[in-house]
């Protein structure tokens, strides 16, 4: 027994002496040590999904607006700036020059966001059933406003669609299929409102406020877009509560 305790004893002194290699430190998988404990961990990088990606490329409504081929020109009055129409409005041709309005989405300077947007408004408001047959030539400029993520361009561009929606009969119905391109949009900016606490938010009143204007809208696709409407909206909206249900 005496000798057993005598060899457990010299041992764990030979342990003690024992000199381990130092443990090296690892990386994990956003190259940072986490080993060391003087290191913080920190996370991923932010994705920013909200970054304004409008390219800054000339768009065909500058060129064609540069080249004159507008028949429209610009009137001053004591009321501001407004487009005098060369020909009456209802004579134009809508297969060529309301796609090329819409194009015109996308320019922040003056004097193409002025003429583009007015244009629009003018277009919508005297089209009448020549709106219809040219919706399907309007996604592809709409949805690359709204994917500029530019504030400006995304409120004139939700404020276009209220206006395209009520502009003529079966124009809401006729954009539900287009849901799909129109919608995702939508859906990542609907809750992107700021928290101001109780402040005012000012926006609001100007109608600048892109949370409120995408509900809005969505409101608006439900009341002219028919019985399929709310369906297809809660599919690519999920948060989207029904405006007529409530």
């Known amino acids: 027994m005496l000798q057993l305790q005598t060899a457990l004893r010299d041992y764990d002194e ?4 024992t000199v381990y290699p130092k443990k090296k430190e690892t990386q994990n998988a956003f190259g940072r040590e986490v080993n060391n404990p003087l290191y913080k961990l920190k996370g991923p990088p932010k994705t920013d999904c909200f970054r304004t990606l409008n390219s800054g490329k000339r768009t065909e409504f500058a060129m064609f607006y540069d080249r004159g081929d507008f028949p ?8 501001g700036n407004k487009i005098a129409w060369k020909v009456e409005i209802e004579k134009l041709d809508f297969h060529h020059y309301l796609p090329l309005f819409f194009d015109g989405l996308k320019e922040t300077k003056f ?12 277009m919508l408001e005297h089209g009448g059933n020549r709106i219809l ?11 690359e406003a709204l994917e500029t993520k530019d504030h400006q361009i995304m409120c004139t561009t939700l404020k276009i669609m209220q206006h395209l929606i009520v502009s003529g009969e079966m124009v ?20 992107h409102n700021k928290n101001l606490g109780d402040k005012i938010d000012y926006s609001q009143m100007k109608r ?7 509900e809005e809208t969505l409101q608006g696709f439900e009341l002219h ?6 369906i297809n909206i809660k599919y690519m909206v999920p948060v989207y509560e029904s405006y007529m249900l409530n």
């Open 225 to 230: 877009g028919g019985e399929d409407a709310f």
């Open 208 to 214: 600048e406020n892109v949370g409120d204007l995408i």
């Open 133 to 143: 047959p040219v919706v399907p030539q309007l996604i592809i400029p709409i949805k």
């Open 72 to 79: 429209i020109m610009v009137e001053h009055d004591t009321k």
């Open 172 to 191: 809401g119905e006729a954009l539900v299929p287009y849901y799909r391109q129109l919608l995702p949009i939508l859906r990542q900016y609907k809750s």
């Open 111 to 122: 004097p193409y966001n002025f003429f583009a947007r007015q244009g629009i408004h003018d």
């Open 14 to 17: 030979e342990k003690k002496k």
